[in-house]
């Protein structure tokens, strides 16, 4: 296989093209505890799962970042990483 900037971008080790895989647990927590917390709208119990749902987040962007499949995936991580930080930092004042 041609050791192009597409292959590489979008291609895992075995030449597939990967863009959505499914879902591994930090992204399942973290969809469950953010759909949660439109359910729960105040109080300690959105408290709770808006750190859960932060922390879940924040792992799987980490994770794909470092052991994403390709660029795409690691540059998926990054996008949601700074999206993630970026909504705690603007949505604190």
Do not use: K
Request: no cysteine; net charge negative.
């Amino acid at each position: 296989m041609e050791n192009s900037l597409f292959n590489q971008t979008f291609r895992d080790n075995e030449g597939n093209i990967v863009i959505a895989q499914p879902p591994n647990l930090p992204m399942l927590v973290g969809i469950t505890t953010t759909l949660l917390t439109f359910v729960v709208p105040s109080g300690n119990l959105h408290t709770g799962l808006d750190a859960i749902a932060f922390g879940s987040w924040f792992t799987w962007a980490w994770l794909e970042i470092f052991d994403g499949v390709n660029y795409f995936r690691r540059a998926l991580g990054v996008f949601v990483l700074i999206a993630i930080i970026a909504d705690r930092v603007f949505n604190t004042f």
